[in-house]
C-alpha cells in the first residue's frame, strides 16, 4: 500500500512541475515576442499552451506509467526465478495440492524422492499417499484448516514403483489472496534414520540382557533346583511308582523355564513395528515382572500402582512399549544401590491422556547434566556401564507414539521419569479397579 501512496504521489508532483514549466515558458515567449499581438493572436496561443501542455503531460505519464509497469513486471519475474529456485533447491520435498489433493507444485526434490516428473504429475491427483494412510492425511489436513499446521510427523509414502517408506512431514496452510485454501506438503525421506534406530533398539536391548544375565540366573535357580531334588527322589523311588504329585511339579517346573526362556526369546528377536491396543496396565505388570529378579538380586523393592492404567489401552507396538519401559527400569536398577527403592505408578493426565512414572532413590543428575539427558551417546555412567543410546531411544519411543516424556532429578534424591501417552479412543473412559503390589 505504501510503493502504491507513492507512485501516485510522484506522478502527481511531476505533472504538477511540467504544466508549471511549461505554462511559466509559454509567458516567457508571449512577453518576449507577442506583447503587443491582438486579441485573436493571443486567443490562438493560449489554446496551443494548452494543447502543448495536454500532450506532454500525456506522453510523459504515459511513460511514466510504463516504465513503472516495466519495473514491477521485472521485480515480479525476479521474484518468481527467486522463488522457483529456493524452492528447487529446497532439500526436502515440498508439494503444493488443493483439498482434493490435485498437485499444484512439486520441485526437483520431490522428483528425486518419489521418481515422478513435474510435468507429468501437476495437475493429478496426489499418487503418494498409502491407502491405509489417506484418512490420516484428512485428519492432517483438518487440523490445517482449523489453523493447527502439522510439524515433523513420522508416516509413510509411496515411491513411484510402489514401496513404501518412512518419511518425516510438516503440513502447511497457503493462500493466494481471495483463491482457496492449499495446502504444501514438506517430506524428507528418514529411512536411513529408522534403520539407525532399529539398530539403537537392538543394541540397548542386548545390553539390557546383559544386566539382567544375573537375575535371570538367580530367577533359574531356584525352579531348577527343585527339579533337581525331585529327580533324585524319583531315583531313589525307581522300583515304587511314580508319584503323580511328583510328575506334575516336574511338569510345573519345566513350562516355567520353557516360559521363561521363551520370553528371552522374544525380548531379543528383531521384529517389525505393529502398533496395535495394549492394556498399559498389564504391560507394565508384564515387563516389571520381567525385570523382578534382577531388582531381587540387588536386595532392592520394586512397587507398582497400576491403578488408573490397568485396562487402559495405547495404540503402540508392543515390543518398543517393552523396551521403553525396560529402558527406564534398567537406569533407574542403576541408579539405585543395594537395598535401594523403585517406584511405578500410574495416573490420567487429562481426557484422553494417560501417564506412568518410574521413580528411584537413587544418586540423581545435576541440573547441569539434566538438559543433555536425551542427547544420543550422552551418560553420566562410568566408562564401559552404558551406552548413552537409552533415553535417546526411549525418547524417539515416546515422540513416535505421540507422546511426551521429562526427567525429573535431584542428586541424592533421585530420579523420575514421567511419560505420557495418549489413550486409544476405543477404550477411553474405561473404568479400572485399584490394584497396589509391592515385591522385595
Sequence with gaps: MGEKHWFWATLTLSSITIVSVVFAAWELVENRYFRNADYLTLHYLYITRGVASSLLLAFWAAWFVLRQKRKSEEDLRRSRERYRGLLQAFPGAVILYDSALRVLEWNASA??????????????????VPPDKMPELREFIGRVKSGQPVFDVETMRLSRDGEPFEVQLSLLPFRESSAPMYFVEVTSDIRERVRWRERMLEIEKLTS??????????HLNSPLAALLLRVQMMRERATADLSADDIARLEEGLKFCKHFVQRLLEFTRPTAVEKRNQDLGATIESVAGFILPTIQAKQATLSLDTAQAKGQQVYADRNLLEALLLILLTNALDAISSGGRIRIRCGAVDSGRIAFAVTDNGCGIGARDLEHIFEPFFTTKDPGKGTGLGLAIARNVVLEHGGSIRMESEPGAGTTAWVELPVAESAAGESTAPKERVAS
Design 209 to 218: 540382557m546383559g544386566k539382567m544375565a544375573a537375575g535371570t540366573a538367580h
Design 111 to 128: 522428483e528425486r524422492m518419489y521418481g515422478y516428473k513435474n510435468a507429468e504429475i501437476c495437475s493429478q491427483p496426489l499418487p503418494i
